[in-house]
């Protein structure tokens, strides 16, 4: 069995979850830009929503067995 780098760990779990670091990113600049429109109130809500959505797949997901 070869031995794996660090390189070949990482690019391995960067390419398992990218989906997740995806919408991670995603959910990030739109909590952005929500705060800059809005103000930082609505920034705060938003974040927050954003959150409960992230929890809320997460929990789909470790229910469905994947």
Do not use: E, H, P
């Not at 391995?12 to 109130?41: D, H, K, R």
Request: glycine content about 10%; hydrophobic content about 60%; charged content about 15%.
């Amino acid at each position: 069995m070869k031995k794996q780098t660090v390189f070949i760990k990482v690019k391995i779990l960067i390419f398992n979850y990218i989906q997740t670091l995806i919408l991670l990113l995603g959910m990030a600049m739109i909590n952005i830009g929500v705060a800059l429109l809005a103000g930082l109130a609505w920034g705060t809500i938003a974040l927050g929503t954003a959150l409960i959505a992230i929890s809320l797949l997460i929990n789909f997901d470790r229910k469905r067995g994947d």
